[in-house]
């Protein structure tokens, strides 16, 4: 039913990973203190195929699923028809939505063909609807507030790719 709510996948880029434990703590303060970020939400939807006639369509869906996150990807493995690439990559730069060329087969081949333009904010009050409506949105969020807390990915909460 909210096919047009939910993303098909959700992850984090915890930025603070990488930083020395000896100053995670001063630094988790200081980011707070100047309203810096110490994480990306991203969203994706995915789709097996697309072309000319259903394009446009998982786009604009792609964009409602994502409309929260600081980074939304429509992922699709396959894109046939004469100028549904280039449909994709026009409405990509219009909206900011991404594109990734998935490869099933080996995915560490996907490749990006649109980048996503970041929007610096969260939109809170959808972020609050999805988890509201949501049990595995629910999850995640308190999997991100978890990895905040310590500055590392929540211990057997994220499916991690590095």
């Given at each position: 039913?909210?096919?047009?709510?939910?993303?098909?996948?959700?992850?984090?880029?915890?930025?603070?990973?990488?930083?020395?434990?000896?100053?995670r703590?001063?630094?988790?303060?200081?980011?707070?203190?100047?309203?810096?970020?110490?994480?990306?939400?991203?969203?994706?939807?995915?789709?097996?195929?697309?072309?000319?006639?259903?394009?446009?369509?998982?786009?604009?869906?792609t964009?409602?699923?994502s409309?929260?996150?600081n980074?939304?990807?429509?992922?699709?493995?396959?894109?046939?028809?004469?100028?549904?690439?280039?449909?994709l990559?026009?409405?990509?730069?219009?909206?900011?939505?991404?594109?990734i060329?998935?490869?099933?087969?080996?995915?560490?081949?996907?490749e990006?063909?649109?980048?996503?333009?970041?929007?610096?904010?969260?939109?809170?009050?959808?972020?609050?609807?999805?988890?509201?409506e949501?049990?595995?949105?629910?999850?995640?969020?308190?999997?991100?507030?978890?990895?905040?807390?310590?500055?590392?990915?929540?211990?057997?909460?994220?499916?991690?790719?590095?």
């Amino acid at each position: 039913m909210n096919h047009w709510l939910f993303p098909d996948l959700v992850a984090m880029e915890l930025l603070t990973e990488a930083w020395p434990d000896t100053v995670r703590k001063d630094l988790h303060e200081l980011v707070e203190k100047v309203g810096g970020s110490r994480a990306r939400l991203w969203s994706f939807e995915v789709k097996l195929a697309l072309n000319e006639s259903n394009a446009r369509e998982a786009f604009f869906q792609t964009i409602s699923n994502s409309s929260w996150a600081n980074y939304g990807y429509l992922m699709v493995a396959e894109i046939s028809g004469d100028g549904t690439l280039e449909e994709l990559r026009v409405l990509g730069g219009l909206h900011g939505i991404g594109l990734i060329r998935s490869d099933v087969e080996n995915p560490s081949e996907s490749e990006i063909l649109v980048p996503a333009r970041p929007r610096p904010e969260l939109d809170w009050p959808s972020l609050a609807r999805l988890a509201g409506e949501n049990k595995d949105m629910l999850a995640f969020i308190q999997a991100v507030i978890d990895s905040l807390k310590t500055g590392k990915p929540a211990g057997g909460q994220f499916d991690y790719l590095r």
